[in-house]
Each structure stands twice: as C-alpha cells, then as structure tokens.
Nanobody, 124 residues
Framework: QVQLVESGGGLVQAGDSLRLSCAAS????????MAWLRQAPGKDREFVAA????????RYADSVEGRFTISRDNAADTVYLQMNSLKHEDTATYYC?????????????????WGQGTQVTVSS
C-alpha cells in the first residue's frame, strides 16, 4: 500500500507555469510506474503523463506534449509535473496515480493508487 499526496495546484493565467508535486509514503523507484491524470467538471478522467518504474521512460497525452514534463526524484520519493504554457483547457483537478508495473498506461483503470487531487485553474 502506498499513499500519494499532491500539492502545487492553484489559479494562474493562460501562458503561466505551475509545478505539481506528488509525495509517496514509500519507495516507488524501480517498482512503480507513476502518472498524472486530470478530470475537468462534467468530463471523464483523462491521462496526462506517465513515467515508467523501470527505466524512467515517459509518455504524454497529445494535448500536453511539448508543454508538460513528468519527472521523479527517487531519493525524495516524489514525482513532479512541470506545466508550461498553460491553457484554459488545462483547468481540471489533477491526480497523481501509481501502479505496480514497469509499463505505462493511458487507462485510468490501470492505476492502483491515487492521491486526493489538486485543483489547477487557468484563467483565459
């Protein structure tokens, strides 16, 4: 079992940057694939980015490719999502998630552990 706690959300203007953090309660390096997913009001939860537990291979949704970067600090058991050039359509609750597999997945149902979410609001 692992607990995940997100932080770093807030209200920003279009074009601004934010960095989200996800602190894990136990070591996740080399074991867990970690990901960020988001959910806007009235919409399904959608994949944003993931980083493999085996070799740190990253994977992104087309909508954030080139603007967002996922990374992990294994010593701190923390995963980050650097979000640049934010758009109004990036407004959502962002969730950190983990799965006990080395393979990344775009499917929310593939993830076993979830944080409580952090709100990101981008004003246009």
């Amino acid at each position: 079992q692992v607990q995940l706690v997100e932080s770093g959300g807030g209200l920003v203007q279009a074009g601004d940057s934010l960095r989200l953090s996800c602190a894990a309660s136990r070591r996740t390096s080399n074991t867990y694939t970690m990901a960020w997913l988001r959910q806007a009001p009235g919409k399904d939860r959608e994949f944003v980015a993931a980083i493999s537990g085996s070799d740190d291979t990253t994977r992104y949704a087309d909508s954030v490719e080139g603007r967002f970067t996922i990374s992990r600090d294994n010593a701190a058991d923390t995963v980050y999502l650097q979000m640049n050039s934010l758009k109004h359509e990036d407004t959502a609750t962002y969730y950190c998630a983990g799965r006990t597999s080395a393979v990344t997945s775009r499917w929310p149902g593939a993830y076993d552990y979830w944080g409580q979410g952090t709100q990101v609001t981008v004003s246009s």
